[in-house]
């Protein structure tokens, strides 16, 4: 904890992954969380245009191909053509060895081909399809090939543990990316997550730039890459298109510009509803400051928090957060008022500018205000609550919060001691509770 600002990250993982996910049945075995993200609004070609092209992507146009030449004939015993057909369809098609499998992957899953009873023959699906179907099949085809990263997709260990960063980046920046800096980022990620040595490091970095050269040609064979007039890296129009729709099947905001273009006009008591009630994503908040000037913006925020709930004051920060100094004045206003004075405390302290000092006792406030927003935002029965890391301090956390005056204190305390795993902070919790409720008697009378 900093002099100046609480730092509520582990409160802050424990509301975002309350809010989110639904609690989880007992015997039920855990999943890899991810940590959801929020990308840049992107504008989608007509669905119609992209159909039109999906026939056309090398990889498609093979996958037909295949299945043309592969007319009907046994397979091996892994669903695969025998090696004396496969050198065939290699020879004929013109398609390399590693290139083969990919395609015949594809041809199989997309419904092009069928195996029945150790026999390949020609699949029920034609490409005369309608528009939406076949969008659902390029999905397919770009979902079969993103499945093969862990199966030594493009034939560099390192590029195929970090591709759906690495498209994800390119996704991110529409102009395209130098693939130098795509380079640069693979590796600061790989020493993160694998932390190899020094001499390691030094064999990846050698290597790495042909094998990343590489792996986008099979990415642009694929249809999901091309080059910029520039030289850079960027998704085609289809590559846009499926990126997006795996992004959003792993849980992250990937909006359209013309979903966040319906929140851009809204009044800031409008957004702040509309992000609490999740009909709006953080993605449109980008929009809506675009609208209006820092200050204006911050006054009308700060004015729903300082009268609203936790919850409004919880969306509301995230919202200044967006923000640079030029919303200095109007926060430092809110210094003057007591639902956001620590608020505008820290958020000026964080930019750098001058600030009160926050007490104790404002860093506990703070936790009780943040876990309070979880309750306005998602009702006191979120599911169960996980122990925040170290526990004994979460303890001596709730010991404080009857002290601080918070006007939530006691639902938070009841929340944490029905709803908490670890029975020695729901013990704690009780205890506050009690104590809590006496001094609000106390002051009563």
């Keep these: 904890m900093a002099n100046n600002v609480f730092d509520l990250s582990e409160l802050r993982k424990l509301i975002d992954e309350q809010a989110a996910v639904p609690p989880r049945p007992a015997e039920e075995p855990p999943v890899e969380e991810h940590e959801a993200l929020t990308f840049p609004p992107v504008l989608l070609a007509p669905d119609a245009e992209l159909a039109a092209a999906v026939p056309a992507v090398p990889l498609v146009a093979d996958a037909i191909r295949l299945a043309a030449w592969t007319g009907s004939r046994d397979v091996s015993a892994d669903g695969h053509l025998g090696e004396g057909d496969a050198a065939a369809a290699a020879a004929e098609l013109g398609l390399p060895a ?165 929140f851009a006009d809204l009044s800031a008591a409008e957004l702040v509803e509309a992000l609490a009630k999740g009909s709006a994503t953080q993605s449109a908040v980008a929009g809506w400051l675009e609208r209006r000037s820092p200050e204006s913006a911050a006054r009308d925020l700060i004015e729903i928090a300082a009268s609203g709930t936790a919850g409004q004051r919880g969306t509301v920060g995230a919202i200044l957060e967006e923000l640079g100094p030029e919303a200095e004045a109007p926060v430092r206003q809110a210094l003057d008022h007591p639902m956001t004075r620590r608020y505008a405390a820290s958020w000026l302290h964080i930019r750098d500018l001058e600030a009160p000092p926050l007490s104790p006792e404002d860093h506990t406030w703070i936790a009780v205000d943040s876990l309070a927003a979880l309750m306005h935002l998602s009702g006191p029965a979120a599911g169960r609550l996980d122990p925040p890391e170290p526990g004994e301090e979460l303890i001596k956390l709730v010991a404080e919060m009857p002290g601080v005056g918070h006007p939530d204190t006691i639902a938070v305390l009841d929340m944490l001691a029905t709803a908490h795993d670890d029975q020695a902070v729901a013990k704690a919790a009780r205890k506050a509770a009690m104590k809590a409720r006496s001094l609000e008697h106390t002051k009563l009378g």
């Design 98 to 262: 590693a290139r083969l499998r990919l395609v015949w992957i594809v041809a199989v899953n997309t419904g092009l081909l069928r195996i029945i009873g150790g026999r390949v023959s020609r699949g029920p699906l034609s490409m005369r399809l309608t528009v939406e179907a076949t969008l659902e099949f390029w999905d397919g085809v770009v979902m079969d090939v993103l499945d093969r990263a862990d199966e030594g997709l493009t034939g560099s260990a390192v590029v195929d543990g970090h591709l759906a960063e690495m498209l994800a980046t390119i996704y991110s920046v529409r102009s395209g990316v130098a693939t130098a800096n795509l380079a640069r980022g693979i590796l600061q990620s790989h020493e993160v997550a694998c932390a190899p040595g020094p001499v390691e490091m030094r064999r990846i970095a050698a290597a790495l730039p042909a094998e990343l050269l590489e792996a986008l040609s099979l990415l642009a064979y694929c249809g999901l890459v091309e080059q910029t007039p520039a030289g850079r890296t960027a998704l085609t129009p289809l590559g846009v298109w499926a990126i997006r729709r795996d992004l959003l099947r792993e849980g992250h905001d990937a909006p359209t510009t013309e979903e966040v273009e319906v």
